[in-house]
């Protein structure tokens, strides 16, 4: 079975660049969630979606990230612009719909902005 | 106030050996319990969860979890040396997102 598919994964790009960094969840899972991982900050949650609506993003940095998931299927985190400070690893996960909800990760996506 | 706390390590056994990593939280609250692995440059991989107090055991690994002490843990018999990895503890309250500790690095020497 596929698991959690995440592109591109590596991407660098200059300051002020957008970026877009996608996401397919495990066919079936109903909840989504995009991740950050830096080594000074760890694992930190920026949003996540149930049934595709976006449930709690008080862990998105500021106005330049924003994440849609227009259907089960899909998911998109876009930073515009890009700064150095973003240059993290962004990992998205999903879980299905009984508990406990464990989730699985993706693969990945390392973000570097110079 | 960080919620799930681990001993960051780095946590060195030798090969065979018993390893075992710890966990607190402080949400009360808290219903499931997990245990993540982390190779270098890798995603974190799923190793086990709990939700009941007691023991779980699966293969070599066994979680432990005391709600009272607010308190999980996880060790691994016959430690090998590809069981190095960076361990990390997550927690769930009511809702589904999950709350990770910084992780443990542990190396197995052989």
């Known amino acids: 079975d596929a698991g959690v598919i995440q592109s591109p994964r590596h991407e660098v790009t200059e300051m002020g660049q957008e970026v877009t960094l996608r996401c397919k969840p495990i066919?079936?899972?109903?909840?989504l969630f995009w991740y950050r991982q830096t080594m000074m900050r760890g694992l930190e949650l920026l949003i996540y979606?149930?049934?595709?609506?976006?449930?709690?993003d008080s862990g998105m940095p500021e106005d330049r990230f924003s994440a849609k998931m227009p259907n089960a299927s899909f998911s998109t985190l876009k930073i515009q612009p890009s700064e150095p400070r973003d240059s993290a690893v962004y990992f998205c996960?999903?879980?299905?719909?009984?508990?406990?909800?464990?989730?699985?990760f993706g693969p990945g996506t390392r973000l570097t902005v110079t | 106030q960080k919620e799930v706390e681990q001993n960051s390590g780095p946590l060195s056994v030798p090969e065979g050996a018993i390893a075992s990593l710890n966990c607190t939280y402080s949400?009360?609250?808290?219903?499931?319990f997990f245990w993540y692995r982390q190779y270098s440059g890798k995603s974190p991989e799923l190793i086990m969860f709990?939700?009941?107090?007691g023991d779980k055991e699966d293969g070599r690994f066994t979680a432990q979890l005391n709600k009272a002490s607010q308190y999980v843990s996880l060790l691994i018999r016959d430690s090998q040396p590809s069981d190095s990895a960076t361990y990390l503890c997550?927690?769930?309250?009511?809702?589904?997102?999950?709350?990770f500790g910084s992780g443990t690095q542990l190396t197995v020497l052989p």
């Open positions: 996960a999903s879980s299905g719909g009984s508990p406990p909800y464990e989730q699985y």
């Open positions: 066919s079936g899972h109903n909840s």
């Open positions: 979606f149930n049934n595709n609506v976006p449930i709690d």
């Open positions: 949400d009360r609250g808290s219903q499931s």
């Open positions: 709990i939700y009941s107090n």
């Open positions: 997550a927690v769930r309250g009511s809702a589904r997102q999950l709350t």
